[in-house]
Each structure stands twice: as structure tokens, then as C-alpha cells.
């Protein structure tokens, strides 16, 4: 009991208080970085003005804990004020975050509610003065307007949330924050008090909410994050790796497997693609493609995009013939788009780079396509290898059947 009475009272609140400080802070820290990152998105600008608002209002919620403090309307008048603007303005920023464009949520409705609830609270205040003009009591300040316009603010948000991401956990925390509005409505003009776990329920949930706000952000940064490490490593339109981090995967996977193979394959007639289909049409074939190769080399090597046209799948795996999949890619292009591809094949070979490796399958790829086009060419060094194995097998079988 005693510790109930101890987070219904002034301890509680500022406890509370500072928790949902650290939180801000650590969220005004983040939202600084998305800025420095991002800075066309002027969305993180907004929040980084916000956040010290719902840091000041606050304070002055911790310095109402003091008795000497307490007594002063205008600090409550501020405070309420200043939590109900921060609310709807953290909501649009939220919102705008995580709302798809398609959406195009605008901040005119969000504009009209600030200048509503500064309105509201200005026609009370008008109507009744001596809200401002004596010391607050034993009872709490009450500005029931603005705490009603505070309720149905919340559910007009709560009810706009069409094409959302995150709608879930965006809807808790309004619900959180809805829950933390009726307690308060609750303990002030119902109980006037006498409810210590009402009382308890208006410190703690603003901490609850403000975590779900914390989550959010910190969930849209991590993906902000995967995004540009994305985007540092594939080729934007194919979606395959981009030259330089292939060559940094088979570099990685030569390593570990010893022996790697590349495949280097380029469309047939791309030009004349282009030229009499159009960029939009070239662009969707070359997708297509590169979707083959990746589908090919999944879970035995790796695939990318050299440029252009010319793309390129690595088999790493053991036991796994790159002619084989090679003739399958080859062999699923022709069937499945509307172009062909010419393919050669180079093995690495002790002392190779993966530059070297990759030359040599574009000199085989050069000989498929000036030998016919739509077919596989083994580079030279490939067809030593497999003969000198082919010729290692017979004599194996000599050896088994003499034996």
C-alpha cells in the first residue's frame, strides 16, 4: 500500500517523468542523426522541434511536483496545452513516417487541430478567469475542454490510419495514450483524487506510450539502415549485386571453398531490344534475366550484374558442374523471355584473381556470341581441366576392370 501511495504521489510522477525524458532523449538522438543523414526529408527536422516541446512540458510536469510550484495555474494551463499540441504533432510526424505515399497525408487537418486546441483554451479561460487568477488548491487543475477536445483528437487519429505501416503497433500506442486520457478525466473530475491507482495509471502510461513511440522510431532507423546497406551492395534495377561487392563475394568464397566458377552471360540483340521495344520493356526483360540467374545460383554461389547487359552467376558449391547450370540458365532464358543469352564459363585455377577468372569467361562469352550466339562456350583453361579428369576417370575404370 505504501508503495502505491508513494507512485500515485508527486515521487511518482516525477519517476515517471524522468523516464519518459530518458526516453526522448534518446529518440532526439536518433532523430538528429536521421537529419544528418536525410536531409531532404524535412520530416526529421519536425521531430527534432517537437521533441524538446514534449521535453519542456515535461519539466514543468516535474516541477509541479514541488508544493511551492504547485499552486501556479499558468504552469498547469502550459503544461496541458503543451502535452496535447506534442501529441498531435508527434502523431503527424509519426504518420507522415510510416504512411505510404500513395496515401499523401497532408498536415492541414493536423494544423487546424494545434490551432483548435489553442482555441479551446482560449475560450475557457476567457469564460472562466479565475482558472488564472487564484493559487491551485488541494484539487487539481481542471481545463475539462480541452481535456475532452484531448479525447476526441485521439479518436479521429485513431480512426485515419488507411494506409499505414506499422498500423498495429501505431494503434496500441494511441490506445495506450487513449487509456492515459480517460484515467486522467477519471481521477480529475470523478474521484478528484481519491483513486490512488488512477492517479498511479496517469503517471506510468505516458511511460508506456513514449516506449511504443521510442520502438517505432527506432524499428524505421534499423530500416533506414538495411536499406542503404542495400543499396551500397546491389545494382539498383536488377536487384543482383553490384560489380564491385561481387567480386568481394567471390573473393570471400574462393577463400573458402578454394575453387570458384564464373559464368558470364550476355543478352543477345539488347540493342535492337531497346531500340524497337523501348527502355521500359529492355529494363523488364533484363530483370527477368537477372531473376533466372539468381534463381540458379541460389544456395551454390552467388550472382551480379558486370554492367549493361552482361550479368554474372559464380558456383562455389562442390560437386556442382558451372556448364551444368549454365546450360540450365541459358536454357530457362530462351524458354521463359522473349531474348536468348550467349554464356561462357572460366574455372579459377591456383594463383588466379577473380578478375582474371571473370576475363576469361568474357572472352568465352565473346566466342559464344560470335559463334552463333544463344549457347555455352568453356574458356580454354576450362576444357583442359575437364579433359584432364574425363582422361583421370577412364583410367580408373581400365584400373578396375584389369583389376
Known amino acids: 500500500m505504501m508503495i502505491l501511495q508513494g507512485l500515485a504521489g508527486p515521487t511518482g510522477q516525477t519517476f515517471a517523468s524522468a523516464c519518459v525524458l530518458t526516453i526522448l532523449v534518446l529518440m532526439l538522438f536518433m532523430a538528429n ?13 519536425l521531430l527534432m522541434f517537437i521533441l524538446p516541446i514534449i521535453m519542456v512540458q515535461q519539466g514543468i510536469v516535474i516541477a509541479l511536483g514541488s508544493p511551492s510550484l504547485y499552486q501556479y495555474p499558468y504552469l498547469h494551463l502550459l503544461s496541458s496545452l503543451l502535452g496535447l499540441l506534442s501529441f498531435i504533432i508527434i502523431n503527424f510526424v509519426f504518420m507522415k513516417l510510416y504512411t505510404q505515399p500513395s496515401s499523401r497525408l497532408k498536415g492541414f487537418p493536423f494544423l487546424f487541430m494545434s490551432l483548435g486546441a489553442i482555441i479551446i483554451a482560449g475560450i475557457q479561460v476567457a469564460l472562466a478567469p479565475e482558472l488564472l487568477n487564484m493559487p491551485v488548491g488541494e484539487e487539481s487543475f481542471s481545463m475539462l475542454a480541452l481535456d475532452f477536445y484531448g479525447l476526441v483528437i485521439n479518436f479521429a487519429i485513431f480512426l485515419n490510419l488507411r494506409g499505414m505501416e506499422q498500423r498495429f503497433h501505431y494503434s496500441a500506442s494511441l490506445i495506450i495514450f487513449f487509456v492515459y486520457q480517460l484515467a486522467n478525466v477519471a481521477d480529475v473530475y470523478v474521484f478528484h483524487g481519491g483513486v490512488p491507482m488512477l492517479a498511479v495509471l496517469t503517471h506510468l502510461l505516458p511511460v508506456i506510450y513514449y516506449t511504443l513511440m521510442f520502438l517505432l522510431l527506432f524499428e524505421w532507423v534499423i530500416e533506414r539502415l538495411l536499406m542503404t546497406f542495400q543499396s551500397s551492395i546491389t545494382d539498383g534495377l536488377t536487384s543482383l549485386y553490384n560489380r564491385r561487392h561481387f567480386n568481394k563475394k567471390a573473393e570471400q568464397l574462393l577463400q573458402e571453398y578454394k575453387r570458384v566458377a564464373i559464368i558470364f552471360c550476355d543478352i543477345d540483340n539488347f540493342k535492337k531490344l531497346n531500340d524497337t521495344h523501348g527502355h521500359h520493356k529492355a ?42 547450370v549454365a546450360e540450365q540458365i541459358r536454357s530457362r532464358v530462351e524458354h521463359e523471355t522473349m531474348v536468348t543469352v550467349s554464356v561462357g564459363v572460366s574455372i579459377t585455377h591456383e594463383g588466379n584473381s577473380i578478375e582474371e577468372v571473370v576475363r576469361q569467361a568474357d572472352e568465352a562469352m565473346y566466342q559464344s556470341k ?10 580454354p583453361s576450362l576444357q583442359r581441366s575437364r579433359s584432364r579428369s574425363d582422361s583421370g576417370d577412364k583410367a580408373k575404370k581400365k584400373a578396375k576392370v584389369s583389376g
Open 283 to 324: 529494363d523488364g526483360v533484363l530483370k527477368q534475366v537477372a531473376e533466372i540467374i539468381k534463381e540458379e545460383t541460389a544456395g551454390i554461389g552467388a550472382a551480379g550484374r558486370y554492367g549493361g547487359e552482361e550479368l554474372l552467376g559464380l558456383v562455389a558449391a562442390p560437386g556442382i558442374k558451372p556448364e551444368t
Open 370 to 379: 560470335t559463334s552463333g550466339k544463344n549457347k555455352v562456350t568453356l574458356h
Open 33 to 45: 542523426r536521421l537529419y544528418k543523414s536525410y536531409r531532404r526529408n524535412r520530416i526529421y527536422l
